[in-house]
Every structure is written in structure tokens, then in C-alpha cells.
């Protein structure tokens, strides 16, 4: 019988497992990556292509091909697939990236059959309506007006130019000019060499009997759009000297904060011990910014830093929003606890309380076969080992507070970060 005096035991964690998927290589150059589970009779397709904002020529044209996907096909109006896709409980949706643009399917394993036709029709004949471009390009514009009344939207937006240059596929957002001069013509072109079965990574997850991958191997061995050679695009990193921008919003009476460099690939050896470094200094909510810019100076409600891997690069940003009155009081507080992390070890205490959160953190999101499959997803797009969780996990239980000074000292050197302010100072 269960005493429930007593508190559970607790066990260290040394290593998780992880599904890894059964690869196909179609004939038609797709590469099927299955992940099986039939706890539940539920399955999600992501068709992966190579068509991020890193593939356009034209700043935006990788949004709004991505949003066009859904407003009409060779077989259905746009009410047609929305209907249909509503009748069966699912969702498809698209969603563009830095790199790689996704279109998403949700749906029960049983309607799979049913929404596979609609599925590829929509993937390999869109017709571009024009009226749904117009109406579309014109909301694109008017919530592109909203987002840059924000002070938060300019000050990334602002982060990422100084750090990449203002022409550059990784700055954040874009200007409403570069919608005003997208034409329908620009979607079709970059539909024509960017969405290429050659390059189509399909993650198929869930209640994958054997009838349904027969199936669903039919469906998608068939598809053929672009067949071609592949092409990738180069873009220079420039090394541009750190200063600090203001955005200035006279009337704000907030100013939104990014400090932030480029950091190391994430293939890169010193990559996971950073993940820790940037827990301790902003990750969580007991983070010291946390502790010092909210608790103790009730400065903001939040403050945040992330390290955000892409394919070609990484960066590492520090974000808050703070009353304009004191923008320099949080920059140098920022400062001091960075330099506080280059000058002393972190407490043995401290450092174990953000060990144990991250690996329980990391257990919390691996619990679905839909959490594992996203990271199993990230493994193949970033070409990383299979065994990069588990040594994600090493580093987090063996990683020494020397080690962590010694990373601070190398990587966040406080003269090589960029600073980028949306609002105004006390003295403007």
C-alpha cells in the first residue's frame, strides 16, 4: 500500500531517450522521416522546405509565399480548404522562418486519408488568386503599421541590424516599403525556386499504423514540384563595431532595451556550456537580471536573455522594457551583472538550483511524442549529432562554476555588445 507519508523518491538524470525516426528516401528526392507512437490517434505532418527569409531576393516575398499557400489551389478556393480542413477537426497551417518555411497538419490518424489529397494539392498547385493577394498584402501592411508602433518590435529590429546589417536575411521584421513593392509576379518566382521536392524534409508523427504510412509513402512520393538542382544562397556576416542605437520615440515614456552580439554555431563546442551561462544570467525567472533589474530595483516587469540559434549563425540578446527614466540606470546594471559572472565564481548553491531547473525543464518538454518529434526535427535541420540531448544533459550535470567564469570572460566581453534602445533617456 502506498504510504503517502513519505515523499517520492528522487532519482539524478544521466542520460533520456529519445525516438528517433525510420528514414525514407522517395523516389521524388523527399526524405519521409517517420516517428511512431499509437498512444494517440493523432498525427502531425510538417513539410519542411528550404524557403526562409535566408532564400529570398525580395525582403518579405518568404511570408507572404508561405501565407499563399493557403488562398487557393488548382483544386480549391481558399473557403474550400478552410472548410474542409474545419469539417475534419484539423489544422494546417504555414508558418516562415529565418531558414526553412513549414506547413503543419494537424489531424485524427483516421481523417489522415481524407485531408492528404487537399494536403498536396495545396503543396504542389497554388494558383496565387489575385484578389487574395491584395486583401492579404494589405492586412500584411496594416499589422506591419501597428508592429512598428512598438517600442519592443523597433528595438530587435534595431538589435539585429547592428549586429548583421540592414539588408541582411536575419534582421528582424522588415519595413512596410519592402511590402509595398512585392507583387504577385515576386510570390510566383519565389515559389518556382524555393519550394523544391529535392529539398523537402517531411516529419510524420504519431498513430503511424502500417496501412497509414502505405498510405501516406503513396501520397507523398507522388508529389513533384520544381524538380531542379539546388542552389543556396550566400550572405556575408559583416564585422561591424558595437555601439548603442537609439530609435527615438519623443512621446514613449518606455524605452525597450537589446543588448546582444552573435555567438558561437550551434554545433559548436562551447554552445551547451553557454546555455547554462545564459540561464544564470537571464533564462529563467530566479535569473539574476531577474533578481536585480526586477526584485531589487523594480526597474521592469521582466527582463530576459536567450540565445536563438539559427543555421547559419546564433545570436545572444538580453531583452526588458523599462520606464524611459531610467534606460542608462538598466544598461548598467545590465553590465554589472555580466561583469559580476567574468569576476566571480558562481556560488555552488546557485548553480545547482539552476541544474536541477534546466534538466527538469528539459524532462517537461520531451513529454509528448509531438515535444520529442520538434526535437528530433532540430537535430536533422541543424545537422547535430543523435546523441546531442544526452551530451546537452552532461553538460548541464558536470559544467564547474570556473568553467562558466571562464566562458562569462570570453563571450561577453561587455565592449563586444551592441545596444539598441526604442524609446528615449531621461535627458531627451
Not at 518566382?189 to 499504423?209: H, M, P, R, V
Request: negative net charge; contains cysteine; proline residues 4%.
Amino acid at each position: 500500500m502506498l504510504d503517502r507519508t513519505k515523499a517520492p523518491e528522487t532519482y539524478e538524470i544521466d542520460a533520456v531517450t529519445l525516438q528517433i525516426a525510420e528514414v525514407k528516401s522517395l523516389p521524388n528526392g523527399v526524405k519521409l522521416h517517420l516517428i511512431k507512437n499509437e498512444t494517440q490517434p493523432v498525427i502531425r505532418l510538417d513539410f519542411v522546405f528550404k524557403a526562409g527569409k535566408w532564400y529570398e531576393t525580395q525582403p518579405g516575398a518568404s511570408d507572404l509565399t508561405a501565407k499563399m499557400l493557403l488562398e487557393g489551389s488548382l483544386h480549391h478556393t481558399a473557403r474550400q480548404i478552410a472548410d474542409q480542413v474545419a469539417y475534419y477537426g484539423a489544422s494546417f497551417d504555414s508558418n516562415h522562418g529565418y531558414d526553412r518555411t513549414e506547413l503543419t497538419l494537424y489531424c485524427l490518424s483516421k481523417h489522415l486519408k481524407d485531408l492528404l489529397p487537399l494536403v498536396c494539392d495545396v503543396i504542389q498547385n497554388p494558383v496565387f488568386p489575385e484578389e487574395e493577394f491584395n486583401h492579404l498584402k494589405q492586412r500584411t501592411i496594416q499589422n506591419l503599421k501597428v508592429q512598428r508602433q512598438k517600442n519592443n518590435y523597433l528595438a530587435t529590429q534595431a538589435l539585429t541590424q547592428r549586429l548583421y546589417g540592414e539588408n541582411h536575411p536575419y534582421v528582424y521584421g522588415f519595413e512596410e516599403e519592402n511590402l509595398n513593392q512585392l507583387t504577385l509576379a515576386t510570390l510566383k518566382q519565389f515559389y518556382a525556386t524555393s519550394y523544391d521536392t529535392g529539398n523537402l524534409e517531411i516529419f510524420a508523427c504519431g498513430d503511424l499504423k502500417d496501412s497509414t504510412e502505405e498510405e501516406l509513402t503513396e501520397w507523398l512520393q507522388n508529389l513533384n514540384i520544381n524538380r531542379k538542382e539546388p542552389t543556396e544562397p550566400t550572405h556575408s556576416f559583416l564585422d561591424i563595431e558595437p555601439k548603442e542605437t537609439i530609435v527615438k520615440m519623443p512621446e514613449s515614456l518606455q524605452s525597450s532595451i537589446r543588448v546582444g552580439k552573435r555567438f558561437p554555431l550551434i554545433q559548436e563546442p562551447d554552445y551547451l556550456k553557454l546555455k547554462v551561462l545564459n540561464e544564470i544570467l537571464g533564462g529563467y525567472f530566479g535569473s539574476r537580471l531577474m533578481r536585480n533589474i526586477r526584485e531589487d530595483k523594480g526597474y521592469t516587469y521582466g527582463i530576459h536573455s536567450v540565445i536563438s540559434p539559427k543555421e547559419q549563425d546564433s545570436i545572444f540578446y538580453i531583452g526588458t522594457d523599462v520606464n524611459y527614466t531610467v534606460t542608462d540606470k538598466t544598461i548598467d546594471e545590465i553590465k554589472k551583472e555580466i561583469a559580476q559572472l567574468q569576476q566571480e565564481d558562481i556560488p555552488e548553491d546557485e548553480l545547482q538550483v539552476v541544474k536541477n531547473y534546466m534538466l527538469g525543464k528539459f524532462i517537461n518538454n520531451i513529454a509528448t511524442i509531438f515535444d520529442q518529434a520538434d526535437k528530433y526535427k532540430r537535430v536533422v535541420l541543424h545537422n547535430l549529432d543523435l546523441d546531442h540531448y544526452n551530451r546537452y544533459i552532461t553538460t548541464i550535470r558536470t559544467i564547474t562554476a570556473p568553467e562558466l567564469k571562464e566562458l562569462a570572460q570570453k563571450y561577453l566581453n561587455i565592449d563586444s555588445l551592441h545596444i539598441a534602445i526604442a524609446g528615449r533617456k531621461a535627458d531627451s
